[in-house]
C-alpha cells in the first residue's frame, strides 16, 4: 500500500512559519512529505529542510515525493525529541522553524497489519517505530488490571476505563490478547449496548490510550517543546498540529509558559524570580479546519494548529500577539 495521507492544515501550517527562502526549517514528523513538500517549495537553492521521522515507511515514501528537492532536504529516521542531537550531528545550531502534525498518518490507520486500527483484525501492534520491541500486545497482556486502568482512563479519557480493564484481563486469563480483533471484542463487551449504539466506535478511545502510552507520545511531546524553542532562531517559529485534547492542552501550556515563565506570587509588585520571556504565542486561539477541508478529510475534524514565536533578542519581552 503506497504512504497516502491527506496533510492537515497544510497551507496554515506553512504559512504561519512565515518561510525564508534561505531559512532552516525542521519538519518533526515528516511522514509523506505533504507538508515537506510545500515548504520546500518556498525555499532558493540556499535553504534547507531537514526532515525526521521514526516510521521507516514514511522515510521511504517522503524520500520519493521530495526526490525533485534532494538538494534542500536531508532525512534522518529518528523520533524528534532527537531534533537537538540531529541537528548537532548536522552541524546547524539554530532553525528559522520547527513544526510537527501529531497525527497518526492515513497509512498507518489503513494498513491493518501495523495494528492501529479498530476496524479490522490484524497483530495487535501500534509501534511508531517498529525497530521497538515492545509491542501494544505486550501492555494489553502483561500490565495489571490497575496499570491498564490508569493508562485506558488517563490517555484515553474512557469513562468505562475501570469495566474496559477488567474485561482485558478476563480474557487474557483464557487466552493472550494478540489482535486488534480479540481486544475489540473485550472493549465492546464492557460498554453498556445503549451506549455502543448511541456514540461512535467503541474501541476508539482504548486504542487512543494504547497507543500513546506504547510510543510515549505525550512524554515526548512535553519534554520536546522547550528543547525546540531553544534551538530557534530570534523571531523563528514553531508550529504544532494536536488531534487531541491532551496533546492540545500541553502544547497550549508549553507555550504560555515559555511567554510568561515568572513563578513570582501574584502579590508581587515586581517579578523578583528572574525568568524571562522566551517569545510570544501567535494563536491565542488555535487555528482549524475550514469547513471545506473537514468535509473533504474528515480526519482533519478534530485538528488544532498553535505556534510561538522566539523573542528577537533574550531580553525582549512578548509582544501583543494575534
Request: hydrophobic share 35%.
Amino acid at each position: 500500500m503506497d504512504f497516502g495521507h491527506t496533510s492537515v492544515l497544510l497551507h496554515e501550517t506553512i504559512d504561519s512559519l512565515c518561510v525564508k527562502p534561505d531559512g532552516i526549517y525542521v519538519d518533526g514528523t515528516l511522514g509523506g512529505g505533504g507538508h515537506a513538500f510545500l515548504l520546500c517549495g518556498k525555499l532558493s537553492e540556499k535553504g534547507r529542510l531537514i526532515g525526521i521521522d521514526q516510521d521507516a515507511d514514511a522515510i521511504k515514501a517522503a524520500g520519493e515525493r521530495l526526490r525533485e528537492f534532494k538538494d534542500r532536504v536531508t532525512i534522518v529516521r529518528s523520533n524528534y525529541a532527537d531534533t537537538p542531537r540531529v541537528l548537532a550531528d548536522l552541524g546547524i545550531p539554530e532553525a528559522d522553524g520547527i513544526y510537527l502534525d501529531l497525527g497518526v498518518s492515513s497509512y498507518q490507520l489503513d494498513t491493518p497489519e501495523r495494528g492501529f486500527t479498530y476496524r479490522e483484525d490484524a497483530p495487535l501492534d501500534m509501534r511508531m517505530d517498529q525497530r521497538q520491541t515492545r509491542t501494544a500486545a505486550d501492555i494489553v497482556n502483561t500490565c495489571s488490571e490497575m496499570e491498564l486502568y490508569r493508562i485506558i482512563r488517563d490517555y484515553g479519557e474512557e469513562k468505562f476505563a475501570k469495566n474496559i480493564a477488567k474485561h482485558i484481563v478476563r480474557m487474557r486469563q483464557e487466552q493472550p490478547i494478540l489482535t486488534t480483533g480479540q481486544l475489540t471484542e473485550a472493549i465492546k463487551a464492557a460498554i453498556p449496548m445503549r451506549v455502543r449504539a448511541a456514540g461512535g466506535h467503541p474501541a476508539k478511545q482504548t486504542f487512543q490510550a494504547l497507543r500513546i502510552e506504547l510510543n510515549g507520545e505525550l512524554k515526548v511531546l512535553e519534554q520536546s517543546i522547550d528543547s525546540m524553542i531553544g534551538l530557534l532562531k530570534p523571531g523563528g517559529r514553531i508550529a504544532i498540529i494536536t488531534f487531541h485534547s491532551l496533546e492540545d492542552r500541553i502544547v497550549k501550556n508549553k507555550f504560555r509558559e515559555n511567554e510568561n515563565p515568572c513563578t513570582c506570587p501574584p502579590e508581587f509588585p515586581v517579578c523578583v524570580c528572574g525568568k524571562k520571556s522566551r517569545g510570544r504565542v501567535i494563536t491565542r486561539k488555535p487555528i482549524l479546519p475550514s469547513e471545506k477541508e473537514m468535509e473533504e478529510n474528515r480526519r482533519s475534524k478534530s485538528a488544532k494548529l498553535r505556534v510561538f514565536e522566539k523573542a528577537l533578542s533574550s531580553g525582549e519581552e512578548a509582544g501583543v500577539t494575534t
